[in-house]
């Protein structure tokens, strides 16, 4: 089993950023896919990014391309997501997700372990 915990929420004004992280514990997520999905109020979970383990290969949302970063510290079994230039838009409970497959899932269904969520808010 692998547990998820995010932590770096909180409430910030548009254009600001944010480091999500997410701490895994329970075994090494080492080789695992990590993602990041969001969810707004009376909204579907969406993909925000997601990492390969291996070579580290990153995927984004176009929503949130060029502004997000997504990275991973296996020594530290972390994943993190930088989040620059907020917009009110980005305002959503943030998910962090592993999935022991080498496939990268852009959707919710591709990943087995999930944490309970971070909330950020972006105030225009």
């Known amino acids: 089993q692998v547990q998820l915990v995010e932590s770096g929420g909180g409430l910030v004004q548009a254009g600001a950023s944010l480091r999500l992280s997410c701490a895994a514990s329970g075994r090494t997520v080492r080789s695992y896919t990590m993602g990041w999905f969001r969810q707004a109020p009376g909204k579907e979970r969406d993909f925000v990014a997601a990492i390969s383990w291996g070579t580290a290969s990153t995927y984004y949302a176009d929503s949130v391309k060029g502004r997000f970063t997504i990275s991973r510290d296996n020594a530290k079994n972390t994943v993190y997501l930088q989040m620059n230039g907020l917009k009110a838009d980005d305002t959503a409970v943030y998910y962090c997700?592993?999935?022991?497959?080498?496939?990268?899932?852009?959707?919710?269904?591709?990943?087995?372990?999930w944490g309970q969520g971070t909330q950020v808010t972006v105030s225009s």
């Open positions: 997700a592993a999935d022991p497959s080498w496939v990268v899932a852009a959707t919710p269904a591709g990943y087995d372990y």
